[in-house]
């Protein structure tokens, strides 16, 4: 039997779903703004959407990875190239499936309510369960204590103070996110605009301005066989992705979009491709500043090429650029995350304080407080690396799984209103899928010790869904038939739904 795929980009009506059917809650500050059906209001427009992805994503990795991944293909340039063209297309691949799943439901939680609907509310819940253990509190960590390091060489701190800076530099974030997230959302336009700004100027300048590298793309053997170049690509492949994670944490925050079925897939397909291109730029910039050698060997290569062409001053402010980035990225990932323990709260499976939505600041209030304190437990340990390492192969199983709740939401409600709909169904999930479960396997064959307690941490959620299950006393608590929540016409959803 011959597979119909749809090629086309399409956006439906201009029409809002559930999420846009209820008025302003009691927390909005601006009367009339639409709420979701969990009374967070809809604050955030295409440009928030864009700055949470882009901010998300570029964090400390494209100032240091190049290296890396250089290293890893034997020096040879256009290959290092390709290996992050293809990292950018794996990550539109999941943003463009995730955006149709954004778009057809946009509610607080993003991939925890994917998987919840299509698979149930045990997955869900071990997703959630990692995410607030140490995938979004690791992140956290591991982000504020990259903020100390990097101001180490500025200005001499020591081991304690580092600490304190640490904690308290998430202490102020969420207290910003707290207060509202217009407040945040704000925070994070400027914070990204500018460490975007700052790397589209590294990268013009560098490529502008000559160096003593020699020709600029002419690709640097290491004598490596062609065999294990390629394998060393399919290494490096897994290394790009980690730098290329974050973008799929804007789903997090679906449910304060207003007019998502317009704007979400936008800003996620947007805020991705800008990514892609600021990557590939810098790394382009790196090897005509250094030399595709210099770069294999720099660990701090932003700060390094740009101090070899105009001078140690120069260095000083990459420094400062990447404290900016690794300060965006901490900020968007307390802005979104969150909500899927809001979410997870929501449905009984979590503690109830959680899903509170501040009267006065209309935000998952408790929900920020409870990962902030949880993420700065983990900084002042020191334990957050080695849980971070533990469960990035957990991390993108579940990835997998949430874009495959795809084809469960096409099959089980395929008359369902679909605003965006991903180009070339089915093969665009599937192949985020696979590429999903390639990093999956990765990670088990190179770390398997590491990998096997990532799944350990994981299933360590299973005791504690049973127990929030038997303390709600709901079975599995608020956990609906999602998919009769969707509109099932564009006529219906006209009629039931007031003007944004």
Same mark, same amino acid.
């Given at each position: 039997?011959?597979?119909?795929? +749809?090629?086309?980009?399409?956006? $439906?009506?201009?029409?809002?779903? =559930?999420?846009?059917?209820?008025?302003?809650?009691? %927390?909005?500050?601006?009367? $009339?703004?639409?709420? *979701?059906?969990?009374? @967070?209001?809809?604050?955030?427009? /295409?440009? +928030?959407?864009?700055?949470i992805v882009l901010g998300?994503?570029?964090?400390?990795?494209?100032?240091?990875?190049?290296?890396?991944?250089?290293?890893?293909? %034997?020096g040879h340039l256009g290959l290092a190239l390709g290996v992050w063209v293809a990292g950018g297309v794996l990550s539109l691949l999941g943003a463009l499936t995730y955006g149709e799943l954004g778009a057809l439901l946009p509610e607080a939680g993003g991939l925890y309510v994917y998987i919840r609907d299509a698979f149930g509310p045990l997955p869900a819940f071990l997703y959630g369960w990692t995410q607030f253990l140490?995938?979004?509190?690791?992140?956290? *960590?591991? /982000? =504020?204590?990259?903020?100390?390091?990097?101001?180490?060489? @500025?200005?001499?701190?020591?081991?304690?103070?580092g600490r304190l800076? =640490?904690?308290?530099?998430?202490?102020?974030?969420a207290a910003i996110n707290v207060w509202g997230t217009r407040k945040s959302a704000d925070m994070q336009a400027w914070t990204t605009a500018a460490k975007a700004l700052a790397i589209l100027v590294m990268g013009v300048a560098l490529l502008l301005v000559p160096s003593a590298a020699g020709p600029s793309l002419s690709p640097a053997s290491a004598g490596m066989s062609t065999g294990a170049m390629l394998a060393g690509a399919g290494v490096a492949v897994v290394a790009t992705m980690w730098s290329y994670e974050g973008w799929q944490y804007?789903? &997090? !925050?679906?449910?304060?979009?207003?007019?998502?079925?317009?704007? &979400?897939?936008? $800003?996620?397909?947007?805020?991705?491709?800008?990514?892609? &291109?600021?990557?590939v730029l810098a790394n382009v910039a790196y090897a005509h500043?250094?030399?595709?050698?210099?770069?294999?060997?720099?660990?701090?290569?932003?700060?390094? *090429?740009?101090?070899?062409?105009?001078?140690?001053?120069?260095?000083?402010?990459?420094?400062?650029?990447?404290?900016?980035?690794? &300060?965006?990225?901490?900020?968007?990932?307390?802005?979104?995350?969150p909500r899927v323990f809001y979410a997870m709260a929501r449905d009984g499976l979590f503690f109830r304080r959680l899903a509170e939505v501040h009267p006065r600041f209309g935000t998952p209030a408790f929900a920020i407080i409870a990962g902030a304190l949880w993420a700065m437990l983990l900084a002042a340990s020191g334990t957050y690396e080695q849980l971070l390492t533990y469960v990035i192969g957990t991390g993108w199983a579940f990835y997998g799984l949430a874009a495959a709740t795809l084809f469960w939401y096409r099959r089980h409600r395929p008359n369902a209103v679909r605003p965006f709909r991903v180009p070339c169904y089915p093969v665009?999930?599937? /192949?985020?899928? @696979?590429?999903?479960?390639?990093?999956?396997?990765?990670?088990?064959? !190179?770390?398997?010790?590491? !990998?096997?307690?990532g799944l350990g941490i994981a299933l360590l959620g299973v005791p504690a869904y049973f127990a929030w299950r038997l303390r709600s006393g709901r079975g599995a608590g608020r956990v609906p038939d999602a998919g009769a929540a969707l509109p099932d016409s564009g006529a219906e959803v006209a009629a039931r739904t007031p003007p944004v």
């Amino acid at each position: 039997m011959a597979v119909r795929h +749809d090629c086309r980009m399409r956006d $439906g009506p201009r029409h809002g779903t =559930a999420g846009d059917m209820t008025t302003a809650s009691a %927390g909005d500050s601006r009367p $009339g703004r639409p709420a *979701a059906p969990s009374g @967070l209001p809809r604050v955030l427009g /295409l440009a +928030d959407l864009i700055a949470i992805v882009l901010g998300t994503v570029i964090g400390s990795g494209i100032f240091m990875v190049p290296g890396v991944v250089l290293r890893d293909v %034997g020096g040879h340039l256009g290959l290092a190239l390709g290996v992050w063209v293809a990292g950018g297309v794996l990550s539109l691949l999941g943003a463009l499936t995730y955006g149709e799943l954004g778009a057809l439901l946009p509610e607080a939680g993003g991939l925890y309510v994917y998987i919840r609907d299509a698979f149930g509310p045990l997955p869900a819940f071990l997703y959630g369960w990692t995410q607030f253990l140490v995938i979004a509190s690791g992140s956290v *960590a591991t /982000l =504020a204590v990259a903020f100390t390091v990097y101001l180490g060489t @500025l200005t001499p701190i020591g081991a304690g103070t580092g600490r304190l800076v =640490a904690v308290g530099l998430i202490a102020i974030c969420a207290a910003i996110n707290v207060w509202g997230t217009r407040k945040s959302a704000d925070m994070q336009a400027w914070t990204t605009a500018a460490k975007a700004l700052a790397i589209l100027v590294m990268g013009v300048a560098l490529l502008l301005v000559p160096s003593a590298a020699g020709p600029s793309l002419s690709p640097a053997s290491a004598g490596m066989s062609t065999g294990a170049m390629l394998a060393g690509a399919g290494v490096a492949v897994v290394a790009t992705m980690w730098s290329y994670e974050g973008w799929q944490y804007v789903t &997090f !925050a679906a449910g304060e979009a207003r007019n998502p079925q317009r704007t &979400f897939a936008r $800003g996620l397909v947007v805020g991705t491709c800008g990514v892609v &291109f600021l990557y590939v730029l810098a790394n382009v910039a790196y090897a005509h500043a250094l030399g595709p050698a210099a770069v294999a060997h720099s660990d701090r290569v932003a700060g390094d *090429a740009v101090s070899a062409v105009f001078g140690g001053w120069a260095g000083r402010i990459m420094t400062v650029v990447v404290e900016i980035a690794v &300060f965006s990225a901490l900020n968007s990932v307390i802005l979104t995350a969150p909500r899927v323990f809001y979410a997870m709260a929501r449905d009984g499976l979590f503690f109830r304080r959680l899903a509170e939505v501040h009267p006065r600041f209309g935000t998952p209030a408790f929900a920020i407080i409870a990962g902030a304190l949880w993420a700065m437990l983990l900084a002042a340990s020191g334990t957050y690396e080695q849980l971070l390492t533990y469960v990035i192969g957990t991390g993108w199983a579940f990835y997998g799984l949430a874009a495959a709740t795809l084809f469960w939401y096409r099959r089980h409600r395929p008359n369902a209103v679909r605003p965006f709909r991903v180009p070339c169904y089915p093969v665009v999930p599937a /192949l985020f899928v @696979l590429a999903s479960l390639g990093v999956v396997i990765e990670s088990l064959v !190179a770390q398997p010790v590491r !990998a096997t307690i990532g799944l350990g941490i994981a299933l360590l959620g299973v005791p504690a869904y049973f127990a929030w299950r038997l303390r709600s006393g709901r079975g599995a608590g608020r956990v609906p038939d999602a998919g009769a929540a969707l509109p099932d016409s564009g006529a219906e959803v006209a009629a039931r739904t007031p003007p944004v």
